[in-house]
């Protein structure tokens, strides 16, 4: 019954667990990036953590509050493209493909994060990246939907 | 080593990705909702996107906050539900019960968003069809802790 | 193909799914524990809810809004874990330095809900909880980057 897995080519696995895993990296860094803001403007969400700092009273700040929507929006998508990609490779699917739809998620969702909460970049420049990684999503999840 | 996976039944595994896949469409649809109520009611996180449409500044709306809600039930359910899946099939278990429950997850989770976030039915509708989802996945996930 | 799990050691993998389920658990019971709160401070999200039980209107309340916190924080950190402990394994670790990853990861996650949303000690006890989660994780994911 191993044959479940037979389907899966080494070079999109390889692929696959590449980009996977720098996304996840990404994804991480940005609890680090809410750190630094709290700490930097010592904006805190719980009494203890002002406490521990000086800080007078728990307060909401732009700048965290902005880091925070971008990890959110990484909460929503990172996690169904790192199951999605692995129940599509089950499908057997062409390998240039799948390997150019991983690695286009992969650089979109970076870029995401670039222009949501470190440089600040003007629209439609998050509205492209979002895209670019949302609509491969979406092919890969029906892909699987059909063929699976 | 691959024997690890040998307690994957072939016909369990089918139902499980097609369910998976199934409830990471409708998740990543979520997305696409909240877009599409806060271009229609004009209603941004972000000054850069209040920016380009227009619109004022950015503020909350109820119908939006709505979506949300229910898009971070998802984010808390889905992704744990795709996780647990895969190693409570590892776990061996009945084929009839492993298909029945994903089924049951799968279709209390997508009626959980309708009367959630589409058409708003009163109470307990909505709790109904999350208890219909939590409870089976509850009981995958003690069988992979005590199996496991 | 099927050679491409070869890499993955019964004896780590065992741990894996046992403290991946475990920590599923846990963050299920997250869940289970704000809507405790909920009822039983008649605090609600939404106006359906608030009539069910006949609490005048949807408000906030700090004592729920620090379990949702603590459950946030399980979902920008526990499905990434039980992702990456997966690709990690796929790399052939050493079993040993593998199977201390996944309990420390296991423990300081259960700590840190612990001390953030049901005793509530001060700080650095959550802090240093989150930590020795976070470190075994952005270790297992470079090990992965790199490796895979």
Do not use: C
Request: glycine share 4%.
């Amino acid at each position: 019954m191993t044959t479940l897995f037979d389907a899966i080519d080494p070079r999109a696995f390889r692929s696959y667990v590449f980009w996977s895993a720098v996304l996840v990296f990404k994804m991480l860094m940005m609890s680090y990036l809410t750190g630094r803001k709290r700490f930097g403007r010592k904006v805190f969400a719980n009494p203890e953590d002002a406490a521990m700092t000086g800080a007078r009273e728990v307060r909401t700040d732009p700048e965290v509050e902005r880091v925070r929507r971008a990890h959110q929006n990484d909460v929503e998508n990172i996690p169904l493209f790192v199951a999605i990609g692995f129940l599509y490779l089950l499908t057997g699917p062409d390998v240039t493909l799948a390997v150019t739809l991983f690695r286009l998620v992969g650089i979109a969702r970076i870029v995401h994060t670039l222009v949501y909460a470190v440089v600040v970049v003007r629209q439609p420049a998050r509205m492209v990246a979002w895209f670019l990684a949302y609509i491969p999503t979406i092919y890969m999840t029906l892909a699987t939907v059909v063929k699976g």
